[in-house]
C-alpha cells in the first residue's frame, strides 16, 4: 500500500495542471541572525540605506520569482523589529539588542511589499523566549524583568509557559500592536507550540492550553482588523495515517497541536505546516492535511534548503514533484522555507519555478469574512489590472494579468494602449473578494 500510494503520486506529478489565478506562493524571510535578512548593519546613515536597499532587491527578485506573500519575521526570540512599547528591539538590524536602527524596518518592509503587489506578513515566533545566556542582554523590556514568572527553562532556554493565563494574555498584547498599528495582511504564529521532549503526561491538557491560546490570540486579531490572515506553521505531519507512519514525529502527540481542530472551529484561516520531507514522508501526509481542512488554505510549507548540498543534497526533482502534486490535489498553494535557497537558485529551482511553474501571476486566495466589525479604519483599496487582445478581456484568465496595486493605479497604462491592449480593471475588498471589472481602454 505504502509503495503504490507513492507510485501514484509519482503519476499525478507528471500530469500538467495549469497554474490558478488564486494561489498562496510565500515564503519565509527570516530575520533572526540576519540569515535572510538583514546582512548589513543599520548603525549609520549609510548602513540604513543599505540594509533598506537590501530588502529592496530581495523583494524585486521574489517578484520576478512569482511571490505574492512575504511571512516576515518580526517577532524572533523575545525581541522584535519594529518600535514596540512591550519588547526590545532584535539585535538582527544593529548588532545590539534594544538599540533602535533609525528607521521602522516593519513598516518599511510592508510599504515595499505593497509597491509590488505582494502581501506582508508579521512572523510571529510565539512560545519559545530566548537562551539563558541572553536573557538580561535585551536590556528593561526583556521578559526576564518584566514578566518573569510567564517564564520557565527548557533545554537551554526560556520559554513562556502555555498553562499560564498570562501567556495568551501576553501573545494577545503583542499582535494587537502589530494589527493595531500596521497595515500587514496577515499574522503568521511559528512554533505556537510546546518545546521537544516535553514530558508526555497530560497530553490532552497541554494541546487544550495551546488550543486555548490559538482561540484568545484569533479573537483579539480579528477584533483589530477582521480582513488579517491568520495563520500557523505546525509540524508537518499532523498523526499517523493508515497510509503510512509518522515514526512518533507528529504535531498532535509531539509537540501538542491540534491544527485540524483550530480549522474545523474557525481559529485559523491558513496553515502551512512544515513539510520539510520527501517521498512517503510528505505525500501521505500532505493529502491528509487536505482531508481534513474544513475549508481551510493549505499550504504545505517546503523544505527547499534540504537541497542544498551542505544540508541533504536532494535532487530538484524531490522539490517539483512535492509542488505538482500540491497543484494536482487542490491545494491552496506553498510556502518555501527560506528565502536565501530559493533566491540563490539552488539546484535551479528559483529558474524551475519562474519558467515552468509560475507561469503566470496569481492572486491570494480570498479570505472568508468573519462578520466582525473592525475597530479601526479601512484598508488601502487595492485594483487588479488586466490587459488582452480580445474584448472583453477575460479577467478569469491569469495569463491577462498584468499588476496588483496598493493604493491609487500608477503603472503607464498609455504605454499598453500604445500596443493595442484592451484593458480592464477590478478592485479587491478588505477579504481580497474581486469586484466585476470595469473597462477602461477608451
Known amino acids: 500500500m505504502k509503495q503504490f500510494f507513492l507510485f501514484l503520486a509519482a503519476f499525478w506529478c507528471l500530469l500538467t495542471v495549469a497554474a490558478p489565478k488564486h494561489e498562496v506562493r510565500a515564503v519565509w524571510l527570516t530575520t533572526f541572525g540576519g540569515l535572510d535578512w538583514p546582512k548589513t548593519k543599520a548603525n549609520t546613515e549609510a548602513g540604513r540605506k543599505a540594509q533598506q536597499q537590501e530588502l529592496c532587491e530581495i523583494l524585486d527578485r521574489l517578484q520576478q520569482d512569482g511571490i505574492n506573500a512575504i511571512y ?35 513598516q518599511f518592509a510592508i510599504d515595499e511589499c505593497h509597491k509590488r503587489g505582494m ?101 483579539a486579531i ?43 472551529e474557525g481559529i485559523m484561516d491558513m496553515i502551512s505546516p512544515m513539510m520539510y520531507f520527501r517521498g512517503n514522508n510528505f505525500f501521505p501526509f500532505a493529502a491528509d492535511w487536505q482531508e481534513q481542512s474544513h475549508g481551510k488554505i493549505i499550504a504545505p510549507g517546503l523544505g527547499i534548503y534540504f537541497l542544498d548540498p551542505r544540508e541533504k543534497d536532494w535532487n530538484l526533482d524531490e522539490v517539483t514533484r512535492e509542488l505538482q502534486f500540491i497543484r494536482q490535489m487542490g491545494m491552496g498553494g506553498a510556502a518555501y522555507f527560506r528565502t536565501r535557497f530559493l533566491l540563490n537558485n539552488v539546484k535551479g529551482l528559483e529558474t524551475w519555478i519562474r519558467n515552468y511553474y509560475y507561469t503566470t501571476p496569481a492572486l491570494m486566495p480570498p479570505l472568508q469574512s468573519t462578520g466582525s466589525n473592525p475597530t479601526s479604519a479601512k484598508r488601502t483599496p487595492r485594483y487588479v489590472l488586466y490587459a488582452s487582445d480580445t474584448y472583453p478581456v477575460d479577467t478569469d484568465n491569469p495569463e491577462n494579468i498584468v499588476r496588483i496595486f496598493w493604493g491609487k493605479p500608477t503603472y503607464n497604462m498609455l504605454a499598453a494602449r500604445l500596443f493595442g491592449k484592451h484593458m480592464a480593471i477590478t478592485t479587491l475588498d478588505d477579504y481580497g473578494n474581486e469586484s466585476a471589472p470595469v473597462d477602461i481602454t477608451r
Request: hydrophobic share 35%.
Open 222 to 264: 480579528k477584533e483589530e482588523k477582521p480582513w488579517i490572515r491568520v495563520s500557523c506553521s505546525p509540524v508537518g505531519k499532523y498523526r499517523d495515517v493508515s497510509r503510512y507512519s509518522a515514526r512518533g514525529w507528529n504535531a498532535y502527540h509531539a509537540v501538542y497541536q491540534d491544527a485540524v481542530l483550530w480549522m474545523k
Open 72 to 106: 516576515l519575521q518580526t517577532r524572533i526570540r523575545g525581541a522584535v523589529i519594529y518600535p514596540s512599547a512591550i519588547e526590545p528591539w532584535d539585535g538582527a538590524l544593529t548588532g545590539r539588542y534594544d538599540m533602535h536602527p533609525g528607521y521602522d524596518p516593519l
Open 119 to 219: 502581501e506582508c506578513h508579521a512572523w510571529v515566533v510565539a512560545i519559545p523566549a530566548f537562551k539563558i545566556q541572553d536573557a538580561r542582554a535585551l536590556g528593561r523590556k526583556s521578559l526576564i524583568y518584566t514578566h518573569p514568572k510567564l517564564l520557565y527553562k527548557h533545554n537551554g532556554s526560556y520559554y513562556l509557559d502555555p498553562s499560564l493565563p498570562g501567556t495568551a494574555d501576553y501573545l494577545e498584547s503583542i499582535c494587537r500592536e502589530i494589527a493595531g498599528n500596521y497595515d500587514i495582511d496577515g499574522i503568521h504564529f511559528d512554533y505556537i507550540r510546546y518545546p521537544e521532549k516535553t514530558a508526555r503526561a497530560r497530553q490532552d491538557w497541554r494541546r487544550d492550553n495551546i488550543t486555548r491560546i490559538v482561540r484568545q490570540l484569533y479573537g
